[in-house]
């Protein structure tokens, strides 16, 4: 791909971009950030454009990818961090006991096949509409809140 098709196919993709990590980081500068790191691994591997047939679908599973990597990073550091001050607060039993359950979701999730598993943590975590959803997926609207539904029902069952 030549610098002037960067510039016509990828560059006009820094909007949507921008709303896929919007959506899932709910932080206008980690957006920001998370755009322009994708931008900058696009211009890298612009050699190999040539391959792909649909380039708006790569740029948003680029983006979608890379804040998916931001979230889990910045959950183990959550979780880190609320392991440090369960130590000095108060009221120890009922954090530990929030650990524990959100420990047992995760797990649930993570127990769930794949594209259950990608669906629900969109929904839950990343705070996705069911549109955005399906346009990450590759699903339609239907597939994604069949799959909502019957996996927040498997969850229910297991915390009942």
Not at 10 to 35: C, T
Not at 67 to 85: G, R, Y
Not at 112 to 117: F, K, N, S, V
């Amino acid at each position: 791909m030549t610098p002037e098709q960067f510039n016509d196919d990828i560059l006009p993709m820094h909007a949507p971009m921008y709303r896929v990590a919007f959506s899932l980081l709910k932080d206008s500068d980690a957006a920001a950030d998370a755009v322009q790191d994708c931008m900058l691994r696009l211009w890298s591997r612009r050699d190999s454009f040539d391959s792909i047939m649909e380039v708006r679908s790569y740029c948003l599973m680029t983006v979608r990818n890379h804040c998916l990597t931001v979230l889990k990073q910045n959950h183990m550091f959550e979780s880190i961090d609320q392991a440090s001050n369960i130590a000095s607060d108060t009221n120890a039993c009922s954090d530990l006991e929030h650990r524990q359950s959100m420990a047992m979701l995760d797990s649930a999730i993570d127990s769930m096949p794949e594209h259950h598993r990608e669906v629900l943590k969109l929904s839950t975590y990343g705070g996705c509409s069911n549109s955005e959803i399906a346009t990450l997926t590759g699903l339609t609207e239907v597939n994604v809140r069949a799959i909502l539904s019957r996996g927040r029902k498997k969850l229910r069952l297991l915390f009942s």
